[in-house]
Antibody
Framework: EVQLVQSGAEVKKPGESLKISCQGS????????IGWVRQMPGKGLEWMGIIFPGDSDSRYSPSLQGQVTISADKSISTAYLQWSSLKASDTAMYYCARRNYGHAFDIWGQGTMVTVSS | EIVLTQSPGTLSLSPGERATLSCRAS???????LVWYQQKPGQAPRLLIY???SRATGIPDRFSGSGSGTDFTLTISRLEPEDFAVYYCQQYGSSLTFGQGTKVEIK
């Protein structure tokens, strides 16, 4: 079965760092781009960025560039989304998703809820 | 950045009715790169349509996509109870953007 499995929910304080993960299985992880999508509580979907695990080539949304870092470890079929200093406004559900059929996301992780609160 | 505007914001319909959802782009979008998703509460989005009109694997044929340029449409021919959800369009041009979503609710 093709799937993406994300790490569990996180509760952090403002200023803390965080790295969440997304592990792929059931397909060749190094040959599909993996994107990250944010969904703030009660809001819509927002694309954050994307990475090609084969060579770690990455692209970021212009509005979020510099606020997060996307990386991948192809040896363990895992992509990451990382913050160096969280803010309360980072509170959201974060999804990873596999890009296919051009620029569609066909396989989604279950989501990782990140709560940032003092 | 291309802005996608979905309308209406909420669509109130009964099971069995036809749903027509609109997605309008601020600039022309390649049809190859217009996508539709369905999201139910507490779930991740699900891919419905890619390339403006191609159904993803396992998607029933009551879902269809059409359009070109700046105007795209998702049509659900006869609403089933499981179709009541939020629908998002997405495009890829120089960057990737989503519309704000259309909620299809039970009337």
């Amino acid at each position: 079965e093709v799937q993406l499995v994300q790490s569990g929910a996180e509760v952090k304080k403002p200023g803390e760092s965080l790295k969440i993960s997304c592990q792929g299985s059931g397909y060749s992880f190094t040959t599909y781009w993996i994107g990250w999508v944010r969904q703030m509580p009660g809001k819509g979907l927002e694309w954050m960025g994307i990475i090609f695990p084969g060579d770690s080539d990455s692209r970021y949304s212009p509005s979020l560039q510099g606020q997060v870092t996307i990386s991948a470890d192809k040896s363990i079929s895992t992509a990451y989304l990382q913050w160096s200093s969280l803010k309360a406004s980072d509170t959201a559900m974060y999804y990873c998703a596999r890009r296919n059929y051009g620029h569609a996301f066909d396989i989604w992780g279950q989501g990782t809820m990140v709560t940032v609160s003092s | 950045e291309i802005v996608l505007t979905q309308s209406p914001g909420t669509l109130s319909l009964s099971p069995g009715e036809r749903a027509t959802l609109s997605c309008r782009a601020s600039q022309s979008v390649s049809s190859n790169y217009l996508v539709w998703y369905q999201q139910k509460p507490g779930q991740a989005p699900r891919l419905l349509i890619y390339g403006a009109s191609s159904r993803a694997t396992g998607i029933p044929d009551r879902f269809s996509g059409s359009g070109s340029g700046t105007d795209f449409t998702l049509t659900i021919s006869r609403l089933e109870p499981e179709d009541f959800a939020v629908y998002y369009c997405q495009q890829y041009g120089s960057s990737l953007t989503f519309g704000q979503g259309t909620k299809v609710e039970i009337k």
